[in-house]
């Protein structure tokens, strides 16, 4: 979720062009409780949008505290209904591009400027993504890149701590003592070395500056009318809790103290009816999230390991998936 920052004009910054969460586990959840709503965070409005794409008979709610972020969401679903590809970065990779105008998207431009100088050529990236070479040659090219003297010094140079901190505008909780260079670096190389990577969009965004237009997220793939209902403010701000079946706080816990994660837990337990789901990711982080929400919502291992799994967007290390029960 976004914070508070401003532009230096006093108006709200965007801080993320597109949320790296696969909207397919949210999806998985809501064949699983044949959800009516479902409520999520807005950040990027990915994985909103396409929810309501691909569900267009679910009613779609994200909250953000941050204005910006909803208005963002709003041009992106305005994008796609008029069908202007270039500006939503597909096959563009232009930074004023929809799906490239925020902060942090500035730090994985880095990244791949950094890649592309001392690593590969973006010329040998596009042949990766677009499968161009023999599965052999795509293996070794892997290889080749992860095992450069340059991979690891990619990382600690693009997420080193203060250019994160000052990216985000305030220390996340989940990347303390410097460990998070290291936890991106090993995040991509799973991602690189998975069998569908190059259709992966998470890593043609970061790479390639944009999506092939066949890999593209759901709601730019199929385009049409996206009705999503903004809330400004937090959680605790969104009115009628008690009307959703399924509700994702990607991983908003991570940055929050003890004390708002207990609230927010007691108001999913007070509001949300028996059966109904609650997923949270968490990114680089080992707290122990359940006992704020245990007994009332009890937590499915298998269903959490799959979704490790199945994840494209490589970046979260623990998914917890509860349901609340009925006592």
Known sequence: ???????????????????????????????????????????????????????????????????????????????????????????????????????????????????????????????????????????????????SRYWRAAFHACFEEVLVETTLGKPPRWAQNGTHQGYFQKAFERGFRRDAAPENPFLQHVFLGGYRRECAPHYIRHGGRLDVTPVHGTLLEVPELERFDVVSLGNLLDGMEDAEIATWARALKQALAPGSALLIRQMNSTQKLRPFFEPEFRFDDHIGRSYALRDRSLLYNRFEVGFRTAI
């Open 1 to 147: 979720m976004s914070t508070g920052a401003t532009n230096g004009e006093g108006h709200p910054k965007l801080l993320y062009a597109v949320i790296r969460e696969d909207p397919r586990l949210e999806g998985d959840l809501i064949y699983r409780v044949q959800a009516k709503r479902v409520l999520c965070v807005a950040s990027g409005g990915c994985v909103a949008l396409s929810l309501a794409s691909r569900f267009p008979q679910v009613a779609v709610t994200a909250f953000d505290t941050n204005a910006a972020q909803l208005a963002h969401m709003k041009a992106k679903a305005e994008a796609t209904l008029r069908r202007d590809l270039g500006a939503l970065n597909v096959e563009n990779a232009a930074s004023a591009g929809l799906n490239q105008c925020g902060d942090f998207e500035r730090v994985f431009r880095l990244l791949r400027a950094f890649f592309e100088e001392f690593i590969a050529s973006h010329h040998e990236l596009l042949a990766f993504f677009i499968r161009a070479r023999s599965l052999p040659e795509l293996d070794a090219m892997v290889r080749r890149w992860t095992t």
